[in-house]
């Protein structure tokens, strides 16, 4: 079975200073791994996805995210947080475990941006 | 066409009243997903159609009713609903059906209220 845990659940950081969120996943499969934002009241977004190509991963908005297979994580990264950063992240592992390539998403981790 | 769209946006209905929530895209994909969620919480997963056949029900109270009538279009139809039930609810897409990995799109959701 697939698991993801998302090690905070809240970031606090301050304008321009670097972004570090904690993803860990379980996987009997090589996984992939995605990253969501989910801003106020509104839906989720696709920030980026590793699907077993380069390691290093790079999305929208300046974040990327590093595929550390030894580690079993994948940390979301940005080196300068801007305060429209501030949202709900979600962490998500999809296998073929149980058939089908259902994902599973992380409890989820609110980024917090100070002015 | 990129998104993926619902409506209505917002919804507050009676315990005895009868409702439906529609969920479209015009982007070809072969799954369609409803999640609920709660005040920050992840998404849960109800129901999957994949290639139009309900493929994953993960045991949704019968209060809850999906239905997909073609490709592009995703229903799900509400009746007799408790208070508990008050959550956003996102429909999302994604290009393959369950049998191969891809990323979701997501609508913005319809904020549910049950009186």
């Known amino acids: 079975a697939q698991s993801v845990t998302q090690l905070d659940s809240h970031v606090s950081v301050s304008e321009g200073t670097p972004v570090l969120l904690r993803c860990n996943y379980s996987?009997?499969?090589?996984?992939?791994l995605f990253w969501y934002v989910q801003h106020p009241n509104k839906g989720l977004q696709l920030l980026l996805k590793?699907?077993?190509?380069?390691?290093l991963v790079k999305g929208i908005n300046g974040f990327e995210a590093e595929f550390k297979k030894s580690e079993t994580s994948f940390h979301l990264t940005k080196p300068s947080a801007h305060m429209s950063d501030a949202a709900e992240y979600f962490c998500?592992?999809?296998?073929?475990?149980?058939?089908?390539?259902?994902?599973?998403f992380g409890r989820g981790t609110s980024l917090i941006v100070h002015p | 066409d990129t998104e993926v769209t619902q409506t209505p946006k917002h919804l507050v209905m009676g315990m005895t009243n009868k409702k439906s929530l529609k969920c479209e895209q015009h982007m070809g994909h072969r799954a369609m997903y409803w999640y609920k969620q709660k005040a920050k919480k992840p998404p849960e997963l109800m129901f999957v159609?994949?290639?139009?056949?309900?493929?994953i029900n993960e045991s949704v109270p019968s209060r809850f009713s999906p239905e997909c009538p073609n490709s592009s279009l995703l229903n799900l139809h509400l009746h007799a609903l408790q208070p508990e039930d008050s959550a956003l609810y996102l429909c999302?897409?994604?290009?393959?059906?369950?049998?191969?990995?891809?990323?979701?799109?997501f609508g913005p959701g319809t904020r549910l209220t049950v009186l």
């Open positions: 159609y994949s290639y139009e056949k309900l493929s």
């Open positions: 996987s009997s499969y090589s996984p992939s």
């Open positions: 999302a897409s994604s290009p393959l059906g369950t049998s191969g990995v891809n990323e979701q799109f």
């Open positions: 590793y699907t077993s190509a380069a390691t």
């Open positions: 998500v592992v999809s296998d073929p475990s149980g058939g089908s390539y259902i994902p599973t």
